[in-house]
């Protein structure tokens, strides 16, 4: 059985294969959509991509890198930063003119406004509303979710206000879906996207290959998310020490 089992881990390492695990609302909102271009300079290799939040364990399981969410704080493993977050608040147009309409002070509208839970982001709004010097609205029915794309699906629809990432949710700023709260408040940057493995792995032909693809990619987005939040009147700032975001 050991013999077997070491048979077929040596088959997958020499095979045209990348495998790899990627924090689910990252692989459907910023990877997928640029996956083919590195299939297409890369025909003959095939790809597989489990979307989860749990970690590999790649001393037992035969997984070539993590895309991890995080702050890059993980021991024993190399970790390279390839995408920066961009968080701020953001909202429907139509929710956002409502509270406009209760009052044109940005920090007055919380008293009325609904506030959609991303639980696992590393930005929470208990530290985003006590940085802006901000007290919390009194929610009877918080809404909470696991995912970033269900939250940024549900501010879409208009009903409430989340704080989450510009980097998952480009497409709805771009096409105006969704909008910044206000501009009085700055977009925070962060390293939050790694790419992880152990140190021995990165020798394999489709990790480099995968790494640099990836590198390109990250330096392109980053690029182009700047260009957007500055469109769209928004000032950007690093996160300061002891908030969320820093090792």
């Known amino acids: 059985m050991i013999r077997d089992a070491r048979s077929a881990v040596l088959r997958q390492r020499n095979s ?8 689910p609302s990252f692989a459907v909102r910023w990877l997928t959509p640029r996956l083919k271009s590195f299939l297409d300079a890369n025909p003959d290799w095939g790809v597989r991509v489990d979307a ?3 970690f590999s364990d790649f001393e037992t399981e035969v997984i070539d890198l993590d895309l991890r969410y995080g702050s890059g704080a993980w ?16 909202c429907s147009p139509d929710y956002r003119d409502r509270l406009r309409s209760v009052s044109d002070d940005p920090v007055l509208q919380f008293a009325q406004a609904r506030l959609i839970h991303s639980v696992k982001a590393l930005y929470q709004w208990d530290v985003w509303l006590v940085v802006h010097n901000i007290d919390p609205p009194t929610e009877q029915a918080p809404l909470r979710f696991d995912r970033s794309s269900m939250a940024i699906q549900l501010a879409r629809d208009g009903a409430g206000i989340v704080l989450d990432s510009a980097t998952l949710a480009q497409e709805e700023l771009e096409r105006g879906s969704l909008v910044p709260l206000s501009t009085a408040f700055e977009v925070v940057e962060f390293p939050a996207y790694w790419i992880v ?5 990165i020798n394999r032909r489709p990790v480099r290959l995968f790494t640099d693809w990836i590198r390109m990619e990250g330096t392109k987005f980053d690029q182009s998310a700047r260009a957007l939040l500055e469109k769209l009147g928004c000032r950007l700032r690093l996160a300061k020490d002891g908030e969320p975001g820093l090792r």
Do not use: Y
């Open 52 to 54: 989860t939040p749990d």
């Open 197 to 201: 493995c152990p140190s021995r792995h």
């Open 75 to 90: 021991e024993g493993l190399r970790t390279e930063c390839i995408i920066s977050d961009f968080v701020l608040p953001m």
């Open 16 to 23: 045209r294969q990348l495998t790899m695990r990627s924090s």
